[in-house]
T-cell receptor, first 114, second 114 residues
Framework: QKEVEQNSGPLSVPEGAIASLNCTYS??????FFWYRQYSGKSPELIMS????GDKEDGRFTAQLNKASQYVSLLIRDSQPSDSATYLC??????????????FGAGTRLAVHP | GAVVSQHPSWVICKSGTSVKIECRSL??????MFWYRQFPKQSLMLMAT?????????EQGVEKDKFLINHASLTLSTLTVTSAHPEDSSFYIC??????????FGQGTRLTVV
């Protein structure tokens, strides 16, 4: 079982719609959860971080965390063509040798069409 | 957010030669940095954790003699790919966590071995 799982997509949504991206993780001890956006050929950029159960909103983005279900999601409202990218879910794994490692899912490719 | 700078952004080298990639934290001190590798259409795979003043911690399956990591100062980590071969061609990305929370990434280095 992979530590962080995402549907690879592509997820195709029309411009202006809500895009819903999902992620599950296996380690119940995980404490920190992140969503990164990666454009083709570029390095990831942080969109959202979430640490406690519930919703966290930032502009058009909402992250949702449910630790009991080991599930984290990202909603993108009013999707724009510029949102077309790969979205990476990342989970901070348990302390190992004193270092905090980020474990990434495979990413979901989002395509927003006009 | 914090700034992590990576250099070079791309490099082409001949098979059998070595290539050095630099990762700098510009506005914070980083006792720990992380090196990732990403093949096309795949997720980021953590290669090693770079520790200032001590040996790097390598992930399982990563050859420490091939991927030399040096973290000589609080703002600089280097990754040297020794005796590079075409199968080492990949996108190499470094990151750091200035506040032990979110990870910030360098721009990435596209390595092509011919």
């Amino acid at each position: 079982q992979k530590e962080v799982e995402q549907n690879s997509g592509p997820l195709s949504v029309p411009e202006g719609a809500i895009a819903s991206l999902n992620c599950t993780y296996s380690d119940r001890g995980s404490q920190s959860f992140f969503w990164y956006r990666q454009y083709s050929g570029k390095s990831p950029e942080l969109i959202m971080s979430i640490y406690s159960n519930g919703d966290k909103e930032d502009g058009r983005f909402t992250a949702q965390l449910n630790k009991a279900s080991q599930y984290v999601s990202l909603l993108i409202r009013d999707s724009q063509p510029s949102d077309s990218a790969t979205y990476l879910c990342a989970v901070k794994g348990p302390l190992s040798g004193g270092y905090n490692k980020l474990i990434f899912g495979a990413g979901t490719r989002l395509a927003v069409h006009p | 957010g914090a700034v992590v700078s990576q250099h070079p952004s791309w490099v082409i080298c001949k098979s059998g030669t070595s290539v050095k990639i630099e990762c700098r934290s510009l506005d914070f001190q980083a006792t720990t940095m992380f090196w990732y590798r990403q093949f096309p259409k795949q997720s980021l795979m953590l290669m090693a954790t770079s520790n200032e003043g001590s040996k790097a911690t390598y992930e399982q399956g990563v050859e420490k003699d091939k991927f030399l990591i040096n973290h000589a100062s609080l703002t600089l980590s280097t990754l040297t790919v020794t005796s590079a071969h075409p199968e080492d061609s990949s996108f190499y990305i470094c990151s750091a966590m200035p506040f032990l929370t979110e990870a910030f990434f360098g721009q990435g280095t596209r390595l092509t071995v011919v």
